[in-house]
């Protein structure tokens, strides 16, 4: 018969044999504090290179960023919605009440024999904050020299679109580049006429990125293949030019939706809110539902340039509007 008293539970055993090991460890029966370490590492304090690349077709796209954009208040920014409705959109999907924070995703197009840069971000314009203006830098740690760039595809002429032309000393960033936009948005927010006073900071961007290129500018019409594999697609109201791209190669498409959709809450679960930053919101809201029925009909992917990291993912419909879906990141070429 076993005496109880010799009875142990195994709570105790592991522990017991952790005394042990302990006890070995220290030597000549020492038992080292579990809180002590036998080495420290210093925190690295810098967040790792901004960028990711992948397999295209018969290319690869390297997505660099221009830094994070805050937007503030999302209650501010998008309308349409009650307070209760985006309030619960937000917390169903883990994100914060108080600041719509959107990613600037720059998409870097090799196809072997072009390479194509789609946006340029904010330049040195601090408007929405000191996290942008990235750009430069994030395209030296993929290893991709501006002076390679053939060309500079803008979706729209607006401040953290067009922003990276241009260097503050009057240089070209992309010394050697065409520039391809619409012309009704090089018009359009070259004028102060249409631009108006209120947003004077993005007829300034404007001015300073595109008016110097105008002699290497092209201007792309709907539908049309204007560089081998990229079709312009128009998207109009958030601008009165935005377009979005349609890109194939080697037997795959991918689409760099631009500002079709900022937030990928917010804007697509209820696809007719609207986006204070639109020229035209119910235009653009049209547009949104048009092009992302197409898109999810098609089962085609997407590169959202404010969505999360890096923006690369498809669209679904679901219920009276549609999901994003974020794509699993390949490390592997």
């Known amino acids: 018969m076993i005496d109880p008293r010799m009875k142990i539970s195994r709570r105790h055993a592991l522990l017991g044999g952790a005394l042990s090991l302990g006890a070995l460890a220290g030597g000549a029966g020492l038992i080292t504090s ?34 994070t954009l805050p937007l503030g208040d999302p209650h501010s920014n998008f309308t349409g919605l009650s307070a209760a409705d985006m309030d619960k959109q937000l917390k169903d999907n883990f994100l914060p009440l108080s600041n719509a924070v959107l990613e600037q995703n720059i998409l870097i197009l090799n196809t072997g024999d072009k390479l194509i840069v789609f946006d340029t971000g904010m330049g040195s314009s601090k408007l929405f904050g000191p996290t942008t203006g990235k750009l430069m830098q994030t395209m030296k740690e993929a290893g991709i020299d501006p002076k390679d760039v053939d060309a500079v595809v803008m979706s729209h002429a607006h401040i953290d679109h067009c922003g990276g032309c241009m260097a503050d000393d009057g240089s070209r960033n992309f010394p050697n580049a065409q520039f391809y936009i619409s012309q009704a948005d090089y018009d359009y927010w070259t004028d102060e006429k249409t631009v108006g006073p209120n947003l004077k900071a993005f007829l300034d961007q404007a001015r300073k990125n595109l008016v110097p290129n105008r002699d290497r500018m092209v201007f792309f019409k709907d539908g049309q293949e204007f560089l081998p594999g990229i079709t312009a697609i128009s998207a109009p109201g958030h601008t009165v030019g935005h377009t979005v791209f349609m890109i194939n190669s080697g037997g795959k498409s991918l689409c760099y939706i631009g500002d079709l ?44 340039y404010h969505f999360a990291w890096p923006g690369f993912g498809h669209v679904a419909a679901q219920g009276q509007g549609f999901r994003y879906y974020p794509a699993p990141m390949v490390m592997e070429m």
């Open 34 to 67: 579990a809180s002590s370490a036998f080495a420290k590492a210093p925190l690295v304090g810098k967040p790792a290179p901004y960028f990711y690349r992948f397999k295209f077709g018969d290319g690869e796209i390297t997505v660099v960023s221009d830094g």
């Open 261 to 304: 959709a900022h937030h990928p809450v917010l804007l697509l679960q209820e696809p007719l809110t609207e986006f204070v930053y639109d020229t035209d919101p119910k235009q653009s809201a049209q547009s949104r539902v048009k092009i992302l029925t197409m898109l999810a009909a098609n089962r085609i992917p997407v590169l959202a």
